[in-house]
């Protein structure tokens, strides 16, 4: 007596995929894209992220979450990514993942209107490292100022004074 053990993904798990899938935004799906359209088995965080264009912020849930869901796994190792600083994390499908993308290949097709969502929020995360981005540019100005300022006349001190609190910081 032989026994089919082939299919790891029940079709009533592979389908709760499809539907968290939909019902969330993009950010899943193209996590699930950016490992399947890789050149080697196995992307770090930082490549994903930059792949799939999630908000390094948020890219920690994402990736557990779908590793909840038994679709991918961390292997275990830590690579330094192109910026260097600490080592990431390296992901891969897992079996039931890889069967997931193979038995539903339109699971990382978006929903029908879902291209616009998909670019308002690659703009809206865009929009938000740009702010983030001047937020530290404007600390480091105003550091820079008070600097200067401290060798400089009460006039001068008086100016950089208003520019500091007019900086919002």
């Known amino acids: 007596m032989t026994s089919d053990t082939s299919a790891i ?7 709760e995929i499809q539907e968290k899938l939909d019902r969330g935004n ?3 799906r193209n996590i699930l894209s950016a490992l399947v359209s890789a050149e080697s088995d196995a992307l770090n965080t930082s ?5 799939a264009n999630v908000p390094s912020g948020s890219m920690n849930h994402y990736l557990v979450t779908l590793t909840e869901w038994g679709i991918l796994e961390d292997t275990g ?3 330094y990514s192109q910026g260097g600083g600490r080592k990431a994390r390296v992901w ?7 069967e997931f993308v193979e ?22 995360n865009r929009i938000k490292d740009l702010e983030d981005e001047t937020r530290k540019r404007r600390k480091t100005i105003v550091e820079i100022l ?3 300022a401290e060798s400089q006349d009460e006039q001068t001190q008086q100016q950089v004074a208003e520019i500091v609190t007019d900086a919002d910081l």
């Open 9 to 15: 993904l029940p079709p009533a798990e592979a389908d």
């Open 26 to 28: 993009d950010h899943r």
């Open 47 to 51: 490549e994903i992220r930059e792949r």
């Open 77 to 79: 190792e830590r690579e």
């Open 92 to 98: 891969r499908l897992s079996e039931k993942g890889e």
């Open 103 to 124: 038995e539903y290949s339109d699971a990382l097709t978006p929903p029908k209107g879902a291209a616009t969502a998909e670019r308002v929020t690659a703009l809206e």
């Open 146 to 148: 008070k600097v200067i």
